[in-house]
């Protein structure tokens, strides 16, 4: 069974893991060093110094003698899930690395949380002591099954990455599972988890360790909701995805970061029953949200105040919320329905969201992160205090922590399980879906041992060498992303032309053999659908997968992108991307709406450009991703 | 001393209260009507069995025999405050008709709070008894200060309309506001209250019974704010405005309720100081403010999450809050501004918040609210159940009733003294302000006896009426609207242009003269300023100072403002306002961003607009003011 977070029973795609791909060099392999040797360690010693591990040796004390927990207990409810969340980056980490000092801080971990384990398999520190609600108390905001999904996705992630590892970590998940089956079965409780997550982690558990009951349970879930289980909220049922069923929902709603892990557990689900009725559902809420409720950089959640996406075509580029975490649970549906469908529209949109959310979080060491990333930065973010614990979407830079922290070790469990997202196999083919430098191994089921070197400069450069290691004859399907006009691929000399798509190359490949994508990588002007309001009259411009953004602190002349008006077209040189800018005339402050259209005399200057996923790198500024034209 | 909520020491123009000027006729005569006999009514009836007034019963009977609050306490900690504003509507309403029925109401009402009364002055229904938490204990978030401040109002109301009634209102004001001075004096406790609203209403109480020490505290409580004084929150400071100083600061921020109501109260504390540096302050503020965090309909606040200013240009139409107390809290403060210095903006904002927030919120009978005031609903609201509270800002219509239930009475006692806001007086000459039907008599300190009548069908129609009723000579001051390029003043028989700003007739004037001012009210275009991105793209249309907007009832040929494109010219015919509006063509529900310029043939038709203060009337609808243009 692959070494990777999702493996379906059946699928139109299997994924190759951690054992099959190595991402060797370039802008992820960087990543996932940073993310190894920086925020690993600054997770782990935060984890510790907020108390929130702690938490589980004072539940364990509680076992033994009472009274430490409720008092001691710090962090929100959900704190136990970023313990989790942790452990499962560990496991993805050493499993790809084979570091041997994660591996000691895991099991030290993991033996903290298996001392507060009750003997039935319950287990949170929040819950269920003198002192503390009741288990299952408190459904819908109490985070508890939740928080077991964090721990059975690390469980998975050990077991799959460690097989037989005597730390036990998939007992403790085991127990917890069995707990959770035999409580909220068919004619037990019949409630759900406020923060779907349960559901795509019950489906994981059960595929790894052979368990059908636990995928019952998840598909239980599934089919509960939307049925105003939860009761109702002055935001709305449709917060929690209460409001519609799975099966009826047409758009993915409410709290984003929930509806990305509901939808990709009823992935799970329908690909373990083979129900396409779901799977269409799923497609369908895919599509609109993607046409309508969808950031230029691929993040979602249009709200601050509940995290929530807005209406169609409600994308304020300086009220984005674009919570980090959304993104990645929009990597985990897409990465599902990918498999699924094999439709490379779903990885276009991994590749969109890794390059612009994912990325975008971490600072350069790893050591601070974005909560939220809005496209329109209107005032200079204050420097946050390192030692500081920070507000979950204040505007200021990168913060080392915040109260609710779960975006640092959602993207460090992205970024430590990376590889397993590049390529998938079929009986006899080869998908690469994600452009990296790595290296490639499998045997795929009609026996053809796949070797394959990949090397590229991308997404800076469009050129993709692809080097075969071994005699075999297969189909290498290349993705084209959607943006790529004009790509090519080159194979034993010729040329052909390759349309946005999925590219097929089928032959008996030779040891030696190249075959060379080229991605026309040039900077390129977008303009928005006319029904966004907030960025009409802008361009944006990218560079193959990645959104660029104007900085205040690469403007010439003046200070404040608000003043920026965007002329002609983006270019390349010196390995940067320019813009011509002009500063728009300074209008007096008085009543700011008049009848008279604003006449302007501009003259633009060439001005840079970063990659959206570096700007707050070099302090204070105001930030734009759409410049108003003239 | 006139009887109207604001009388300044120390001004430039003295205001003629509900003794000297009767609103006759017209647009906020019907609304007056519909307030008094329905409205009222219904906020009574509300306050009743929402249990907001029982808890003074209940908190009656605490003070005999122990044991009934907390538990029976219903509302939220500020809900004393509804029954004050309660009080301060029914106050201004029998000042203005003597109305026997609503005059019962008060006293009815009066007793009930009377009887509440701690004997040392304290009266809040949510704190000091056994179960609750201690007086004074939660000063950021109590609201005990900002309820009483709202009861002084009401009793300022009642000792200006009703002087030396046996009621007790005026002596239960005195009893809490001579504790308040006692415990939160220069040596007392050095706390602010985190609703600013006690600073207003303890100036207006010294002015009304002569107690220099109420000024006095009030200017200490303006003074404390800005110093941190009420802890840090996730929404930062400034969400109570104690970032800054009030004589530091230079535009309003935080919350737009608290900033507007601690502005006006610091505009108090100026005009009785004297204080020019104050008061200079506060200009500054109030001009950045209209200048940058303003929307079109006057409306205030971007944010749904802290109900706040947004940054400078943060203007969306779909999420603007634009909370109908901010619009009362804008005109307390421009109100004082005007009086002050005279300047006529302060009168145009004035007037633009009436007509497209205050006006906006009731519904046709009166008895359902707009909390928030969106300019662009994007998907049509639910209607509410008439028996049910709504969730303060949900995107339903309009509601009858809040949990957060602040703007019903905000608007009812702004209704019910709006006749104090048509005109002042200097030593010789009538400023007239707002235009309505209305008849104003008063004598000026030069001895000419005033009397005034004045005709209008305005907003809809633009010729003013004003007719001499003795001879006198004094200045009429006419303000001219900033809009009203074109504007017109006849006297005698003689037509002069009359500029936005102020035009002014000095004459000796006979009884029969008639003045006729002529204000255009042509439907005309409006642009925002490049720099609100919300707007940018887009135009809006506006008669005289009624905003328009277009709402889906009225389209023809599809079905969502989302689609309308708007071309040429408005045009008015049969009574209504026309606009071309083509449909844009459908796209695709892919992905929103590409690099082609969509065209677009577009064959536009006229469709009718309605005042945006009267959308939402005829069933759910999409709705926008702001229309993109090809």
Chains 1, 2 share one sequence.
Not at 45 to 54: I, Y
Not at 457 to 472: H, K, L, N, S, T
Request: charged letters at 25%; a negative charge; hydrophobic letters at 40%.
């Amino acid at each position: 069974m692959p070494v990777t977070p999702v493996v379906p029973s059946v699928s139109t795609l299997r994924p190759l893991g951690l054992d099959e791909v190595h991402i060797t060099g370039g802008f992820w392999a960087h990543r996932q060093e940073v993310n190894a040797r920086g925020t690993l360690a600054h997770i782990g010693a935060r984890l510790e110094s907020e108390g929130w591990l702690p938490n589980f040796d004072l539940a364990a004390q509680s076992r033994v003698s009472e009274g430490r927990l409720p008092e001691g207990r710090r962090g929100r409810e959900f704190a136990d899930s970023e313990v989790y969340k942790y452990l499962e980056a560990l496991a993805w980490e050493t499993g790809r690395t084979g570091d041997a000092d994660l591996e000691q801080r895991l099991r030290a971990t993991v033996a903290r949380v298996a001392a507060a384990q009750e003997p039935d398999g319950y287990l949170n520190t929040a819950f269920g002591r003198p002192g503390q609600p009741p288990r299952w108390s408190d459904l819908a905001w109490g985070h508890e099954l939740y928080c077991l999904g964090h721990l059975f996705q690390a469980a998975v992630a050990r077991h799959r990455t460690a097989p037989g590892a005597d730390d036990g970590l998939v007992e403790i998940a085991r127990r917890a599972a069995d707990l959770i089956c035999a409580t909220f079965g068919r004619d037990g409780n019949p409630g759900v988890c406020g923060h779907p997550e349960i559901e795509v982690a019950l489906v994981e558990l059960g595929r790894a360790l052979d368990v059908p009951a636990y995928i019952d349970q998840a598909a239980l879930f599934v089919e509960r909701r939307g049925h105003g289980v939860l009761g109702d909220i002055e935001w709305g049922r449709s917060y929690f995805q209460d409001d519609v069923s799975v099966r009826e929902a047409t758009v993915l709603r409410g709290h984003a970061v929930r509806a990305n892990y509901l939808a990709a557990g009823a992935a799970d689900v329908a690909a373990e029953r083979d129900d396409l009725q779901l799977l269409d559902a799923l497609r369908t809420q895919w599509e609109t949200t993607i046409a309508r409720r969808t950031y230029l950089t691929g993040g979602q959640g249009s709200h601050h105040q509940d995290e929530a996406f807005g209406e169609d075509w409600e994308l304020p580029a300086d009220r984005a919320y674009s919570e980090t975490c959304a993104g990645v649970g929009s990597i985990m549906f897409s990465w599902r329905m990918l498999l699924a469908t094999a439709d490379p529209r779903y990885a276009d949109l991994v590749e969109r969201t890794l390059y612009n959310v994912v990325a975008t979080s971490p600072s350069d060491d790893g050591c601070a992160f974005f909560y939220a990333n809005p496209l329109h930065q209107r005032v200079p973010g204050a420097v946050p205090d390192p030692d500081a614990t920070s507000p979950r979407a204040s505007s200021s830079l990168r913060a080392p922590w915040f109260e609710v922290s779960c975006c640092p070790p959602n993207v460090a469990r992205t970024l430590a399980s990376l590889d397993a997202y590049v390529a998938t196999a079929t009986d006899d083919g080869i998908q690469l879906h994600q452009y990296a430098s790595c290296a490639i191994r499998t045997t795929l089921p009609s026996g053809a041992e796949i070797a394959l070197d990949v090397q590229t400069g991308y997404p800076a450069e469009g050129r993709v060498r692809i080097e075969i290691g071994a005699d075999a004859e297969f189909e290498l399907s290349l993705r084209v992303p959607a943006w790529a006009e004009g790509a090519s691929v080159q194979v034993a000399g010729v040329v052909d032309a390759a349309a946005p798509g999925v590219h097929r190359v089928r032959r008996a490949f030779r040891r030696g053999d190249v075959v060379e994508l080229t991605l026309p990588v040039a900077p390129r002007v977008t303009r928005p659908d006319p029904r966004i309001d907030a960025a009409r009259g802008c361009i944006a411009v990218e560079r193959g997968p990645e959104v660029f953004a104007l900085e205040s602190v690469d403007l010439d002349g003046f200070d404040d992108v608000a003043d920026a008006v965007a002329g002609a077209e983006p270019i390349a040189h010196d390995g940067q991307v320019w813009l011509p800018i002009a500063r728009r005339d300074e209008r007096d402050d008085t009543w700011p709406y008049a009848g008279a259209e604003s006449a302007a005399s501009l003259t633009p200057v060439e001005m840079p450009l970063v990659p959206y996923h570096s700007w707050g790198n070099r302090g204070p500024s105001t930030m734009r991703v759409w410049i108003p034209t003239a």
